[in-house]
């Protein structure tokens, strides 16, 4: 069974950086397009990028393109999302989500929210002076 585990949350500064880290246990993601998806109180989730399995293909939300990166390392069964240029409203609980192989884009898989239920339990990111 997969399971993801986010990792790399925390507290920074306006115009600061972070990176997550999404490491899957149970399975190998070579076979999963991997999202990252972000929740603040009050608001619905919003898709923030997600990567293929395959061709490397990603997808950014017009709230963090240009200072958000995905990037995979299937060797070591990892995702990492880095984030530059952060800013408060970038604060939110950010999960990581499978989705395995098939029809959707990364587009659909973002906007619309992952197949199945393969989602890590959150790590938190504040963005603050």
């Known amino acids: 069974q997969l399971q993801l585990v986010e990792s790399g949350g925390g507290l920074v500064q306006p115009g600061g950086s972070l990176r997550l880290s999404c490491a899957a246990s149970?399975?190998?993601?070579?076979?999963?397009?991997i999202g990252w998806f972000r929740q603040a109180p009050g608001k619905k989730r919003e898709g923030v990028s997600c990567i293929s399995s395959s061709d490397g293909s990603t997808y950014y939300g017009d709230s963090v393109k240009g200072r958000f990166t995905i990037s995979r390392d299937n060797a070591k069964n990892t995702v990492y999302l880095q984030m530059n240029s952060m800013k408060p409203d970038d604060t939110a609980v950010y999960y990581c989500?499978?989705?395995?192989?098939?029809?959707?884009?990364?587009?659909?898989?973002?906007?619309?929210?992952?197949?199945?239920?393969?989602w890590g339990q959150g790590t938190q990111v504040t963005v603050s002076s």
């Open positions: 989500a499978a989705h395995i192989a098939g029809l959707m884009t990364v587009r659909d898989i973002c906007v619309l929210g992952p197949g199945g239920n393969y």
């Open positions: 149970g399975a190998s993601l070579d076979h999963y397009a």
